[in-house]
């Protein structure tokens, strides 16, 4: 298997940690990865904060609109619709930090593709405060996870274990810290995709 067979789903809703959905979008399409970029228009726009009106893009907390305005649609990604996307398709569903989590957690549709996704076996990686969606999902419980120290107490309380490091991997789930830890979050994502001993079923 290749990380050049696989296709990751890169779901966000308003202010998104902007670089952690731009070092994965990057990285990954670098290591030849399909991406889809998924945009969900959910909890409120910064800079101004607007309500949910249609006529703004799902945008990231430091600005960045979702497509990126600075990169070429069908080079690097492809952005799609939630409604259109197919779990028979992906490999990957991947959840960037920031308030993003917390506007999908309270999408009913969004919380059921997840908990659908680890049932068939599909990675799910989540980083800072990604790993909400693991616990709005019922599938933390048992898992070794890390993430955003903030949200440590819910993990625990989902029946996680959670570590105090960079990123880390338990069967289909990987997770990680915070921005600076991109790099090692991103390698275990692509290490995951590249494995050919990835659970076909929950442990």
């Known amino acids: 298997m290749s990380v050049e067979e696989k296709t990751v789903a890169i779901i966000a809703s308003n202010e998104f940690e902007d670089i952690e959905l731009e070092y994965p979008l990057l990285q990954l399409s670098h290591e030849g990865a399909e991406v889809l970029l998924v945009p969900v228009q959910?909890?409120?726009?910064?800079?101004?904060?607007?309500?949910?009106?249609?006529?703004?893009?799902?945008?990231?907390?430091?600005?960045?609109?979702?497509?990126?305005?600075?990169?070429?649609?069908?080079?690097?990604?492809?952005?799609?619709?939630?409604?259109?996307?197919?779990?028979?398709?992906?490999?990957?569903?991947?959840?960037?930090?920031?308030?993003?989590?917390?506007?999908?957690?309270?999408?009913?549709?969004?919380?059921?593709?997840?908990?659908?996704?680890?049932?068939?076996?599909?990675?799910?990686?989540?980083?800072?405060?990604?790993?909400?969606?693991?616990?709005?999902?019922?599938?933390?419980?048992?898992?070794?996870?890390?993430?955003?120290?903030?949200?440590?107490?819910?993990?625990e309380n989902a029946g996680a274990t959670v570590h105090d490091v960079p990123a880390i991997q338990d069967g289909t789930i990987v997770t990680g810290r915070v921005p600076d830890d991109l790099p090692e979050f991103v390698e275990a994502v692509v290490e995951a995709l590249e494995s050919s001993e990835l659970e076909t079923t929950p442990a």
């Open 42 to 155: 959910s909890g409120h726009h910064p800079r101004p904060a607007l309500s949910e009106t249609g006529t703004k893009p799902v945008t990231g907390r430091f600005g960045t609109p979702l497509p990126p305005e600075v990169m070429v649609e069908g080079n690097r990604y492809t952005t799609v619709e939630f409604e259109d996307l197919d779990l028979d398709e992906l490999d990957c569903v991947l959840y960037p930090g920031g308030f993003s989590p917390d506007h999908l957690r309270v999408i009913p549709e969004v919380v059921e593709f997840t908990r659908e996704a680890y049932e068939r076996g599909l990675l799910v990686a989540s980083i800072c405060h990604g790993p909400w969606m693991l616990v709005e999902a019922d599938i933390a419980d048992g898992r070794d996870v890390c993430g955003y120290e903030a949200i440590h107490t819910d993990l």
